[in-house]
């Protein structure tokens, strides 16, 4: 799954909740959160994150923020 990252503290864009497909972005405390559950891992929204925020959760620090996105998303 794709999980975002600190960057997107603040970040006003919306381009990312744009291009996917299954509408699992969700709204955190002050940033954009993926539902982990509905992500079908496509990679489209990774190359339209102006901050650079989105990333795969293998990533260092990944499994960390893969539960802040579980526990916002899980908010809706
Ligand atoms: Fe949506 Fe694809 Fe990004 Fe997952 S990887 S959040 S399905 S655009």
Wanted: charged share 30%; net charge negative.
């Amino acid at each position: 799954t794709y999980i975002v990252m600190d960057p997107c503290v603040k970040c006003k864009f919306m381009d990312c909740v744009e291009v996917c497909p299954v509408d699992c972005f969700y709204e955190g405390e002050n940033f954009l959160v993926i539902n982990p559950d509905e992500c079908i891992d496509c990679g489209v929204c990774e190359p339209e994150c102006p901050v650079d925020a989105i990333k795969p959760d293998t990533e260092d620090e990944g499994t960390k923020w893969l539960e802040i996105n579980t526990k916002y998303a899980a908010v809706w």
